[in-house]
């Protein structure tokens, strides 16, 4: 192969490399955050321990919308305090106020971050798409609890305080965005 030919290879190498990379960041990023906590990002369980410690956190609630969702939603408990390893329930309200039929998906994470690790959502509206009909009133339940093993963790033993903040966003219903895409045409 002369010069030519192996800086050709190599610059196609770099490419293709660039943009595997760059295709698996997103994946990658969303597990690290997962496994680490890290951004506040909360863990996912399917029941609480059964340790439950007289120790007490308040969980704040917090609740945004994007600027074209049209919805209203918020909190209907501004604040709770929940013992650490105690399943609890708190609500979110959400109200479509626009003439037409919305599906809208909620981002969600804790503060302070290093809380993200222990804060466990047992069930949560999160985890699936909400489509409200106009004027459309829910409640949504999110079922969590706070992992007693924080308060053995140095970097996380002093949070007592919790902010948990969902913002719902606008989304193509999954289904509707199936039924828009084109028929293959196969001869």
Request: hydrophobic fraction near 40%; charge should be negative.
């Amino acid at each position: 192969m002369n010069r030519d030919t192996r800086t050709l290879f190599g610059l196609v190498a770099v490419v293709l490399t660039m943009g595997a990379l760059a295709w698996a960041a997103v994946p990658f990023y969303n597990w690290f955050c997962r496994v680490t906590g890290f951004a506040g990002t909360t863990q996912v369980s399917t029941q609480a321990p059964d340790d439950v410690l007289e120790e007490v956190v308040r969980v704040r609630f917090d609740a945004n919308v994007d600027g074209d969702l049209g919805w209203t939603f918020r909190p209907m408990q501004t604040k709770m305090d929940v013992r650490i390893g105690e399943n609890a329930m708190a609500f979110y309200e959400a109200v479509n106020n626009t003439d037409e039929t919305i599906t809208g998906t909620a981002s969600y994470n804790v503060a302070p971050d290093v809380a993200g690790y222990y804060f466990s959502k047992i069930q949560c509206f999160c985890f699936t798409e909400q489509t409200l009909e106009p004027g459309e009133r829910v409640e949504m339940p999110v079922n969590f609890y706070v992992d007693p093993e924080m308060v053995g963790d140095a970097d996380a033993s002093w949070v007592r305080d919790i902010t948990l903040s969902y913002t719902f966003h606008r989304t193509e219903p999954k289904q509707a965005a199936l039924d828009a895409e084109p028929a293959s045409n196969v001869n």
